[in-house]
T-cell receptor, first 115, second 113 residues
Framework: ETGVTQSPTHLIKTRGQQVTLRCSSQ?????VSWYQQALGQGPQFIFQ???????GRGNFPPRFSGLQFPNYSSELNVNALELDDSALYLC??????????????FGPGTRLTVT | AQTVTQSQPEMSVQEAETVTLSCTYD???????LFWYKQPPSRQMILVIR??????QNATENRFSVNFQKAAKSFSLKISDSQLGDAAMYFC??????????FGSGTQLTVLP
């Protein structure tokens, strides 16, 4: 069983640039959720994808967008980067339907630094 | 809206002793799940224990157990026989019908040898 993987591990970008983060879900999972974790805080829900469609979104602006592919892997895109976008971005995969208690398996995260 | 509050930014425990981490939450839903996640320095979030709101019996997983007080909207984690490997950031989280996890701000647990 392959776990959730994310790439790259670390990334440094300049304010105003665009970035793409990638996530491979755990084998057999059809749902991917993305979270932003600022330093010293708990993760904040960005959005969730199920069968290539956005299936819920948190309080993030439209410059945060995503994709899910037929193999259930996913991308998180952030346009017009701001300094406050510096954070650890976590991807989590799960199997739906599983209900509210479904186990979300997390990847190791991508550390994004915006200068 | 769902909220999760962890009022203890840091806790410490002596190895082999017991420690309890506190969490309170708020939700308007009647069907929801509560979780405790552990995040070591490696950053990977690991599920420690899960509780279904409609179950009165408190969940247990080996040395980890919860005290779920639904009326008080309280969900504390007890770690027995603490080990050095338990040192990490612990997050309380809530999931409702939208299947989105809402996290607290975390408690940094230090285990003293």
């Amino acid at each position: 069983e392959t776990g959730v993987t994310q790439s790259p591990t670390h990334l440094i970008k300049t304010r105003g640039q665009q970035v793409t983060l990638r996530c491979s879900s755990q084998s057999g999972h059809n749902t991917v959720s993305w979270y932003q974790q600022a330093l010293g805080q708990g993760p904040q829900f960005i959005f969730q994808y199920y069968r290539e469609e956005e299936n819920g979104r948190g309080n993030f602006p439209p410059r945060f967008s995503g994709l899910q592919f037929p193999n259930y892997s996913s991308e998180l895109n952030v346009n017009a980067l701001e300094l406050d976008d510096s954070a650890l971005y976590l991807c989590a995969s799960s199997l739906y339907p599983g209900g509210a208690g479904e186990h979300q398996y997390f990847g190791p995260g991508t550390r994004l630094t915006v200068t | 809206a769902q909220t999760v509050t962890q009022s203890q930014p840091e806790m410490s425990v002596q190895e082999a002793e017991t420690v309890t981490l506190s969490c309170t939450y708020d939700t308007s839903e009647s069907d929801y799940y509560l979780f405790w996640y552990k995040q070591p320095p490696s950053r990977q979030m690991i599920l420690v224990i899960r509780q279904e709101a409609y179950k009165q019996q408190n969940a247990t997983e080996n040395r980890f157990s919860v005290n779920f007080q639904k009326a008080a909207k309280s969900f504390s984690l007890k770690i027995s026989d603490s080990q050095l490997g338990d040192a990490a950031m612990y997050f309380c989280a809530l999931s409702g019908s939208a299947r989105q996890l809402t996290f607290g701000s975390g408690t940094q647990l230090t285990v003293l040898p």
